[in-house]
């Protein structure tokens, strides 16, 4: 079994900064790309930024030049910086691994989600 756990959320002004992490545990051999996601009340999950083994970065349009995604691989830990935050920001936000258990399986886990509120 593998877990993946999010914190750093909580009630930010607009224009301030959050760091989230996450941190996966469990029967892991090995995690290729992990990302951060978000949804909104009312509306679809969404991408917000996807970071390979190797470093390779992907960010939504909204949240370019502003949210920096990065990760420690030999601690199976994902971090999303959050600068000159939006109300539209406002989300919960979910960590997601794409994992390979030391049973040489592959499995895409998410993590509960921390809740991000940027007051206007």
């Known amino acids: 079994q593998v877990q993946m756990v999010e914190s750093g959320g909580g009630l930010v002004q607009a224009g301030g900064s959050l760091r989230l992490s996450c941190a996966a545990s469990?029967?892991?051999?090995?995690?290729?790309?992990m990302g951060w996601y978000r949804q909104a009340p009312g509306r679809q999950r969404e991408l917000v930024a996807t970071?390979?083994?190797?470093?390779?970065?992907n960010y939504a349009d909204s949240v370019k030049g502003r949210f920096t995604i990065s990760r420690e691989n030999t601690k199976n830990t994902v971090y999303l910086q959050m600068n000159s935050l939006k109300p539209e920001d406002t989300a919960v936000y979910y960590c997601n691994g794409d994992v390979v258990t030391r049973n040489f399986v592959r499995i895409n886990y998410w993590g509960k989600g921390t809740l991000v509120t940027v007051s206007s």
């Open positions: 970071i390979t083994s190797g470093g390779s970065t």
């Open positions: 469990g029967n892991i051999l090995s995690i290729n790309a």
